[in-house]
């Protein structure tokens, strides 16, 4: 029997971005990497967590007096301890927890309430984070999913050992996977963690009876991973494994730093990024058709 629980930063209806038809994708939280650019920081850190939403404070003050907050009269700080109190008393929910937890049959129920919509081609997708930092959790959703009929797929870095890929493999119906760098060093200093990995995954995927339904994606970051020269060794190297491999090329997103307010402990590094031109990204393009890269998908 399912046994599992995973904790859930956001569940959204209706995403037309993240695979076939309407979806509804599940961010799960916890990553293993640290990307500068990070569209997604409630999902860095595997704990729950408080924030703070500015927009609905109405100064009342009430948290003040909470054993779990330190209030500088402008904005609650949290302890580690005793933030309950605190997210109880507000009377206008300006402090909640960043995430909720959810067994395999609580979070089915939520994915059964948009069953009708996946009747036209749509179904579930995990995201996060990254949803294999929670595999048990995953690869139990993925099975009840596969058991309900519901189409299932992955947004993954695919940092994850190749026992997870195995057994995910089967159960998945759409598949994709993050390539931010092809270089190791370059991309160690920018997410934390090494390529090895992931390049070693993504040949298991491409060599796969599930290859034709893989992507590969690079999230073009101005200055670090938007460049010709990667753009042009990514496509190199997945087209050398699969020729009719699927590329995907996301195009900066600036609406990221916003989240970063709601956390006390970080901040956004790339004030200036900004999103790339038409004319940059059809150099971009070009560039991964120079690596070899015939099918370039598209949003």
Not at 81 to 105: M, Q
Not at 133 to 154: D, N, S, W, Y
Not at 165 to 170: C, E, G, M, Q, S
Not at 191 to 207: C, M, Q
Request: net charge neutral.
């Amino acid at each position: 029997m399912p046994t599992s629980k995973g904790l859930v930063f956001d569940i959204k209806r209706f995403a037309v971005h993240d695979g076939d038809g309407l979806r509804t994708t599940v961010f799960l939280k916890g990553c293993p990497l640290r990307c500068q650019w990070c569209q997604n920081p409630e999902g860095l850190d595997a704990c729950r967590q408080p924030v703070f939403l500015a927009s609905k404070c109405i100064g009342c003050q009430r948290c003040a007096a909470c054993p779990g907050v330190e209030h500088d009269g402008k904005r609650p700080r949290f302890l580690k301890t005793g933030v309950d109190e605190a997210v109880d008393v507000c009377p206008s929910s300006a402090i909640v927890y960043d995430s909720n937890w959810y067994d395999v049959d609580a979070l089915m129920a939520q994915i059964q309430k948009d069953a009708v919509f996946f009747r036209h081609g749509g179904g579930v997708t995990f995201s996060g984070g990254e949803p294999f930092f929670q595999a048990p959790f995953v690869l139990e959703m993925l099975k009840a999913c596969r058991q309900a009929g519901i189409h299932t797929a992955i947004e993954s870095s695919f940092y994850t050992s190749p026992e997870v890929v195995a057994r995910a493999l089967p159960l998945l119906d759409r598949i994709f996977c993050d390539l931010k760098l092809l270089d190791d060093e370059a991309h160690q200093k920018a997410t934390g963690v090494s390529n090895a990995v992931i390049k070693k995954n993504i040949e298991t995927l491409l060599r796969s009876e599930k290859r034709s339904q893989v992507v590969i994606r690079t999230p073009l970051i101005p200055g670090i991973t938007g460049t010709v020269e990667n753009v042009r060794a990514i496509a190199r190297f997945i087209s050398t494994i699969d020729p009719e491999v699927r590329y995907e090329l996301l195009n900066y997103n600036p609406l990221a730093p916003s989240k970063y307010a709601l956390y006390e402990n970080l901040e956004y590094p790339l004030t200036n990024a900004k999103p790339f031109s038409k004319a940059e990204m059809e150099r971009l393009m070009q560039a991964a058709r120079e690596g070899g890269v015939k099918h370039i998908v598209m949003e």
